[in-house]
Antibody, heavy 122, light 107 residues
Framework: QVQLVESGGGVVQPGRSLRLSCAAS????????MHWVRQAPGKGLEWVAL????????YYADSVKGRFTISRDNSKNTLYLQMNSLRAEDTAVYYC???????????????WGQGTLVTVSS | DIQMTQSPPSLSASVGDRVTITCRAS??????LNWYQQKPGKAPNLLIY???TLQSGVPSRFSGSGSGTDFTLTISSLQPEDFATYYC?????????FGQGTRLEIK
C-alpha cells in the first residue's frame, strides 16, 4: 500500500533553515509528481510546491518562492523540502502528497503523509 | 492566483440530513475542481475530482457538480463519520489553490 512518511520538522528560529523529508513506499515513486502542502494551526490548506516525476519542473506558491526548494532522489524514493529564511508565518504542519496522475501532474492529491510540524519561533 | 471561496464557512446538521456546500472560483476553471474531507488531526482525503467523479472507495452519498466558476458538494444523507471539514481545490492553474474550508458540525 502507498505510504508517505514525513520527517524533519521541529522548532527553528526566524531566519534559520530546515529540511523536510518524505519517504515514499508502495508505488513507483519515480513515475509521480509530488507536492508539499501545509496547514497553519487552526487554518486551512495551502499548497506549497510541486515537483515533476523526473525532477525537471518545479512550481512554488508565491509565499515561499525564492526561500523554499523542492527536490527528490528517485533512487531513495524520497522527496525533500529545503526551507530557508524561515518566518513565523511558515509555522504549519507540512504534508507531502502524491499527485493523482502518473508522469504529467494533474495537480490533485490522492495520497498524503501524516504531516510534520514546523514551528518558527524565537 | 485563482481565488476559491466556499460557503458556508460552517454548517450544523443532523444525521440523515442532506447537505450542500458550495465553492466559487474567481475565474472559470472548467471542471478542474476537487473536494477533500479532513478530520481533526488527520491528513485530508480526496473525495471527488474533476468536479463530479467519485474517488475510489468513497461512499456514493457524496456527489459533486458544477463547471466554470460554481460548484457544489452534496452529501445525500449525513452519517456520523461525515462530520469533518471540507475543502475545495482548483487544479486548473499551475499554482493550485484551496478554498478556506467548510466545517460540518453535528446539530
Amino acid at each position: 500500500q502507498v505510504q508517505l512518511v514525513e520527517s524533519g520538522g521541529g522548532v527553528v528560529q526566524p531566519g534559520r533553515s530546515l529540511r523536510l523529508s518524505c519517504a515514499a513506499s508502495g508505488f513507483t515513486f519515480s513515475n509521480y509528481g509530488m507536492h508539499w502542502v501545509r496547514q497553519a494551526p487552526g487554518k486551512g490548506l495551502e499548497w506549497v510546491a510541486l515537483l515533476w516525476y523526473d525532477g525537471n519542473n518545479k512550481y512554488y506558491a508565491d509565499s515561499v518562492k525564492g526561500r523554499f526548494t523542492i527536490s527528490r532522489d528517485n533512487s531513495k524514493n524520497t522527496l525533500y523540502l529545503q526551507m530557508n529564511s524561515l518566518r513565523a508565518e511558515d509555522t504549519a504542519v507540512y504534508y507531502c502528497a502524491r499527485d493523482y496522475g502518473d508522469f504529467v501532474p494533474r495537480r490533485l492529491f490522492d495520497y498524503w503523509g501524516q504531516g510534520t510540524l514546523v514551528t518558527v519561533s524565537s | 492566483d485563482i481565488q476559491m471561496t466556499q460557503s458556508p464557512p460552517s454548517l450544523s446538521a443532523s444525521v440523515g440530513d442532506r447537505v450542500t456546500i458550495t465553492c466559487r472560483a474567481s475565474q472559470s476553471i472548467s471542471s478542474y475542481l476537487n473536494w477533500y474531507q479532513q478530520k481533526p488531526g488527520k491528513a485530508p482525503n480526496l473525495l471527488i475530482y474533476a468536479a463530479s467523479t467519485l474517488q475510489s472507495g468513497v461512499p456514493s452519498r457524496f456527489s459533486g457538480s458544477g463547471s466554470g466558476t460554481d460548484f457544489t458538494l452534496t452529501i445525500s444523507s449525513l452519517q456520523p463519520e461525515d462530520f469533518a471539514t471540507y475543502y475545495c481545490q482548483q487544479s486548473y492553474s499551475s499554482t493550485t489553490t484551496f478554498g478556506q474550508g467548510t466545517r460540518l458540525e453535528i446539530k
